[in-house]
């Protein structure tokens, strides 16, 4: 698939798509050079990778928060289950391990949490978004993109910072950002020969 195809079939920002015609020959060029926002989003496009690897590198944005959860045990349950089993490629057994740990209903785990029209923490909501990956195919990479975003604004919130601010996209974002593609370029081989919208 062609650089053009993929931006056109996935709508991806006219940005992006100027910055990748202008300095890709191939989707896979962009994937090895893209900056850190971008390579997520494209991670997370349906049919790039394969919903293991989605899975696993949800676990791993979880795992940020980790340290802003001490005295929260039953969602500490759910993140250490989450990165046990994520290797384990059986959705099945994701459900009833981290929905076991995690103690927590059926309801609330399928609940949309959208930030801006909810109080629940930046971090419980990482959790919540977390296993809904593990509870659903098909808003799996929503659910992923959640907690990518939601730990993101949790781990500003714990040092003070006011989100998207400068200071925010300077000192917050790239060192974790760095090392969530850092992860996806060397543990995950994406396909774009062919993907779906649907």
Same mark, same amino acid.
């Not at 293991?52 to 944005?61: E, H, M, P, S, Y």
């Given at each position: ?92 057994? %994701?459900?009833? !391990? #981290? ?5 927590? &209903? $059926?309801?609330?785990?399928? @609940? *949309? ?54 200071? %925010?996209?300077? !000192? #917050? ?5 760095? &090392? $969530?593609?850092?992860?996806? @370029? *060397? ?12």
């Amino acid at each position: 698939m062609t650089i053009d195809e993929f931006c056109r079939r996935h709508n991806a920002c006219s940005e992006g798509r100027t910055w990748a015609a202008v300095h890709c020959r191939t989707m896979r060029e962009v994937w090895d050079t893209a900056r850190h926002t971008w390579l997520i989003w494209i991670a997370l496009t349906k049919g790039v990778l394969p919903d293991q690897d989605v899975r696993r590198f949800a676990a791993i944005c979880a795992a940020d928060v980790r340290p802003l959860l001490q005295k929260e045990d039953r969602l500490l349950d759910a993140i250490d289950m989450a990165e046990k089993l994520s290797n384990s490629g059986n959705a099945d057994e %994701w459900v009833a !391990e #981290v929905f076991d740990s995690a103690n927590l &209903r $059926r309801k609330t785990m399928m @609940r *949309e949490l959208p930030i801006s029209k909810t109080k629940v923490p930046a971090a419980t909501a990482v959790c919540e978004a977390l296993i809904c990956c593990v509870m659903t195919d098909t808003r799996l990479r929503d659910c992923a993109s959640d907690v990518s975003g939601y730990s993101l604004i949790a781990l500003g919130k714990h040092r003070g910072y006011r989100m998207f601010t400068e200071a %925010w996209d300077k !000192e #917050v974002c790239p060192t974790v950002l760095d &090392r $969530r593609v850092r992860w996806l @370029r *060397e543990n995950t081989k994406p396909n774009f020969k062919c993907t779906t919208t649907t």
